[in-house]
């Protein structure tokens, strides 16, 4: 991969809410105080209620004991939420110009993924995605829309950097309508070539040249978008906790449940935003290896909400699996955040072993929990608590990287 990068400096920041056209030019990666937009929290979340659909789905599959049916079919939902709002992020961070047709492209996309989100259950309830390949489809068109549109704005490297992204895109939507007429077998494995197709297009599209996006808005956008989906976690878990209360006098069950749980959520915020990382953000190598692997991190965040709720839909005798697989729908996600965020985030800043160990360990430790009957999330919770104590006392003797 090339890592020829545009002119620093780039097109002036578009004051909000500007005139119906303006020449959609780069923006530039040195573009000083460049911060999310309202039209871009708006996106979140609105995305977010997709978010919430695949995780509901994902309860309800997991405390029914169909774990293997349940857990790809959430999988594969989030993954096109996330790639949708990924490629918009990053379109956005470069050519954003916040004119009249922007914004309303923008809301194309935006209900598109309302149509997906209402496609999700049929897709795991009857491994029917035409809704989400519908909504999907919308939302991609509109992203070629944009395309097109700074292709038509720019010239050289830069006009067939964006030809590219259009024609790549387009082409994996004929890939995606092929998956609707598969067989069931086939299709996780389709689905898997059709996701590696669509992550392949900004590698291909950006040889020889990369798109102005902006480090801290990029950094920002993805702090914004885990503050959300954590924030999507800690109310599903509380609307879990509600209804339990409203239908059974399990509160000796319940009160440590939710504090584990709000321990474990908490926990995560904090290591999350323990180190910036926009210095990290420096070549496309590194920003698309650090990019995509948030899937996982943000998958496995949403994923602690549902795991919550089926933890305590099996305290109160609803979910029809065991207490261990129960706790185990807490754990394994929790486990994986924490080892997710220290493998694609936070390592990149830690000093010596001790700071490398901790968030590895504490994945182990969260795992570990499982073995712990009813009291598995309010350990969870614990270990969590401990891991942050651990990670503070250790970056006040040696300080991360960026801070010292």
């Not at 323990?274 to 990290?280: D, L, R, S």
């Amino acid at each position: 991969m090339s890592e020829d990068a545009p002119p620093p400096g780039g097109g002036p920041a578009p004051p909000h809410g500007g005139p119906v056209l303006r020449r959609m030019a780069g923006r530039g990666r040195e573009e000083e105080h460049r911060a999310a937009t309202p039209l871009e929290l708006f996106f979140d979340l609105c995305f977010v209620v997709a978010v919430a659909v695949a995780g509901r789905e994902l309860v309800h599959a997991l405390a029914e004991g169909h774990a293997a049916q349940g857990v790809p079919g959430y999988l594969m939902a989030f993954f096109a939420i996330w790639l949708a709002w990924l490629n918009f992020t990053w379109f956005a961070s470069a050519y954003d110009t916040d004119d009249v047709l922007y914004r309303v492209v923008t809301l194309i996309q935006i209900t598109g993924v309302l149509i997906l989100s209402a496609g999700i259950p049929r897709a795991f309830d009857h491994s029917d995605f035409s809704v989400v390949w519908f909504g999907y489809l919308v939302m991609r068109l509109a992203l070629v829309s944009q395309w097109l549109r700074a292709a038509c704005s720019t010239r050289g490297a830069e006009r067939r950097t964006a030809l590219k992204y259009a024609a790549g895109v387009s082409l994996c939507q004929v890939g995606w309508l092929g998956l609707l007429f598969l067989p069931d077998r086939a299709k996780p494995w389709v689905f898997l070539a059709m996701a590696c197709a669509e992550l392949a297009v900004p590698m291909f599209a950006e040889r020889h040249w990369q798109t102005a996006w902006h480090p801290h808005h990029i950094a920002e956008r993805y702090g914004l978008f885990t503050i959300i989906v954590l924030g999507e976690t800690v109310s599903a878990a509380t609307v879990a906790v509600q209804s339990a209360l409203e239908e059974s006098e399990a509160l000796g069950e319940l009160l440590p449940m939710a504090a584990g749980g709000l321990l474990l959520i908490f926990a995560a915020f904090w290591i999350y935003f323990a180190v910036p990382i926009h210095q990290h953000l420096a070549s496309n190598r590194q920003s698309f290896l650090w990019g995509y692997g948030h899937y996982f991190v943000f998958a496995s965040a949403a994923a602690i909400g549902a795991g919550i709720e089926v933890a305590v839909e099996e305290a109160v005798g609803k979910a029809h699996v065991s207490t261990f697989a129960a706790s185990g729908a807490v754990t394994v996600p929790g486990a994986l955040f924490m080892f997710l965020v220290w493998l694609f985030h936070s390592r990149h800043y830690k000093r010596g072993t001790a700071q490398q160990l901790v968030l590895p360990l504490s994945a182990l430790a969260i795992l570990a929990c499982t073995f712990a009957g009813g009291g598995a999330v309010l350990l969870t919770g614990l270990v969590a608590s401990v891991t942050v104590a651990v990670g503070v006392w250790l970056s006040t003797k040696n300080p991360p990287l960026a801070e010292a």
